[in-house]
T-cell receptor
Framework: NAGVTQTPKFQVLKTGQSMTLQCAQDMNHEYMSWYRQDPGMGLRLIHYSVGAGITDQGEVPNGYNVSRSTTEDFPLRLLSAAPSQTSVYFC????????????FGPGTRLLVL | AQSVTQLGSHVSVSEGALVLLRCNYSSSVPPYLFWYVQYPNQGLQLLLKYTSAATLVKGINGFEAEFKKSETSFHLTKPSAHMSDAAEYFCAVTRGGKLIFGQGTELSVKP
């Protein structure tokens, strides 16, 4: 199993540009989440999904969109990037009801100029 | 609302010394508590978790944590630090079925 994979590893954007961060898992996990990690703030939940076709907002959803058309994939879209979205983004997956034991991807480092 | 507070954003110990990373939680109901570790340029991995069974929880790499309800604490310890333990450690609690992370503690290990 590849586990949770994320692409790209690193991206530089200009303010106002859009992009999609990709996340895929091959463990047949129903639950998937997106977090952002900023110094001194831990990880904050952006959006999450409990299954294909079902998504919900987390703690910091503004400026981000998600969709879940398949169990395997959970892309995160930035429609109009802002410098405040400079961060490291992590995707995670877990079994139903198993929010605790989340499996994390390696992260995407995003710089918005 | 459940939350966690990690005391100390940076802890430095000598190789072979005791590691103690502090985590306090606030919760109106018995929580599930977790410690995750993040090595440089990697994602997080689960170190150990408390789910209301034994109060002393053993994890990977020789780490353990004790749930103390009276102190609302879930501190992480390791008797003897190794250079490979240098990483960032996150305490987390479940809230509404989701994980809420603390701010993180960076552990440095000096030779």
């Amino acid at each position: 199993n590849a586990g949770v994979t994320q692409t790209p590893k690193f991206q530089v954007l200009k303010t106002g540009q859009s992009m999609t961060l990709q996340c895929a898992q091959d463990m047949n996990h129903e639950y998937m989440s997106w977090y952002r990690q900023d110094p001194g703030m831990g990880l904050r939940l952006i959006h999450y999904s409990v299954g294909a076709g079902i998504t919900d907002q987390g703690e910091v959803p503004n400026g981000y969109n998600v969709s879940r058309s398949t169990t395997e994939d959970f892309p995160l879209r930035l429609l109009s990037a802002a410098p405040s979205q400079t961060s490291v983004y992590f995707c995670a997956s877990s079994y139903p009801g198993g929010w605790e034991t989340q499996y994390f991807g390696p992260g995407t480092r995003l710089l918005v100029l | 609302a459940q939350s966690v507070t990690q005391l100390g954003s940076h802890v430095s110990v000598s190789e072979g010394a005791l590691v103690l990373l502090r985590c306090n939680y606030s919760s109106s109901v018995p929580p599930y508590l977790f410690w995750y570790v993040q090595y440089p340029n990697q994602g997080l991995q689960l170190l150990l978790k408390y789910t209301s069974a034994a109060t002393l929880v053993k994890g990977i790499n020789g780490f353990e944590a004790e749930f103390k309800k009276s102190e609302t604490s879930f501190h992480l310890t390791k008797p003897s630090a190794h250079m490979s333990d240098a990483a960032e450690y996150f305490c987390a609690v479940t809230r509404g079925g989701k994980l809420i992370f603390g701010q993180g503690t960076e552990l440095s290990v000096k030779p």
